[in-house]
C-alpha cells in the first residue's frame, strides 16, 4: 500500500491480503512505511477482484484506489523492470521461489 502516492522516500508498506504488513522494502527505491495505514474499506472485494484478474500470470501486481469503491489502476508484469532487490534480501528468495 502507498501511504502518499508520489511522494518519497517512505511511503510504502507491503502486507499479506489478510492485512498482515509484511517486513520488508523495494530497497531503497521505496523504503518501508513506519506510519499506521487503516484497512481500506474494500479491502476484500480488492483481493477478490486482484486474485482474479492475476488467476493466469505467475506474478501479476494489480493496483487499485480505494476512494470508498475500488477504481482499477493498473496491472503490471514486472515491477521495476525486473531489477528491485527487496530489504531484506532474503525476500528475493522466498518470492522467487513462488514463480514457476
Known sequence: ?????????????????????????LGEEY???????MKPT???????MA????SEQPFLR???????RPIFGELTLNPSSGMGKFEPPEYDYKLGQLMP
Open 42 to 48: 474494500n479491502f476484500t472485494l480488492i483481493i477478490d
Open 31 to 37: 523504503p518501508r512505511y513506519r506510519g499506521e495505514l
Open 1 to 25: 500500500m502507498l501511504a502518499k502516492k508520489f511522494k518519497k522516500p517512505g511511503d510504502k508498506s507491503e502486507y499479506k491480503n489478510n492485512f498482515k504488513i509484511l517486513d520488508l522494502a
Open 51 to 54: 486474485e482474479t484478474l492475476a
Open 62 to 68: 494489480v493496483d487499485f484506489y480505494d476512494i470508498g
